[in-house]
């Protein structure tokens, strides 16, 4: 009968719970388990629905964003091997990296590019990055983890009014400023080879974060390879793996996906035509990264991110198809 149960759907779902469960405490802490259901946060004006709010394991700030981050030149990131992933930017002339390894612990960094707040954000549920400027009407803001999902991505909060932020759709979806949009900044996902080939004085997050964690490896080992998704999420698609990457674009409301399995059967870059706008796409397979470029050649920003992800935000997306 407990083996029946336990091999039973949802005897699978309450180990899989456990087993994350134990994964928090043995990362954050007992404390990571003692948070109350909305870990404080008030969801009475919601724009999204609350009972798919779910909640990730931890309290607010059970995982800490990084307030005041260090960098290092390339010469002295030798933490970081060339295939190891990095998110990174080129901000105000300034050429940035922000290493996975560090990010799947703090999921947020608070930064300035030459005096303009940016907030880089990494969930590593959903395999996205994005970056964002930190100027809510006329005001910096600073942002944290709130210990909430939705879709199984991270919700942020900012710490002034203490809304929260979806990341994929970049709204607030509650809190007094619910329905506000961050402007969505072009960074990159890719290898640290890569970036600093591109980009040979950029400087580097140093793993001196102020915190006790071990960033050689990595908390989320042979997830991505996985088929199965930790946390409910509304929408399936079953058309490729749930953890196949895709670029996503959102362009004037119109949404594609650029799946990495369509894209490395295409010749690169190459031109489509999304919202009535002709852009060129550039996909590396060697460095598994992609961007997307307007008729002017400026970058726009999107983001790479798990299949399932992009499709639990984007039930109608359209999909690049190399044939």
Known sequence: MILNTLTSPVGKRVLAYSALAVLL???FGSRS??????NGFDMS?????????HHGGPPKDGIPAIDNPRFVSPGEAGFLAPEDRVMAMVRKGVAKAYPIKILNYHEIVNDRFAGEAVVVSYCPLCGTGMAFSSEIDGRDASFGVSGLLYNSDVLLYDRETESLWSQITQKAVSGPLVGTELKHLAASHTTWRDWRERHPDTLVLSTQTGYNRDYSRTPYAGYEDSGRIWFPVANRDKRYHPKELVIGLDLDGQVKAYPFAELSQHDTPFADRVADREITIQFDPENRTGRIFDAEGDEIPTVIAFWFAWAAFHPDTAVFEAS
């Open 25 to 27: 405490v043995y990362l």
């Open 45 to 53: 004006r919601a724009s999204i629905p609350v009972e798919e709010i």
């Open 33 to 38: 388990l003692s948070a109350a259901y909305d």
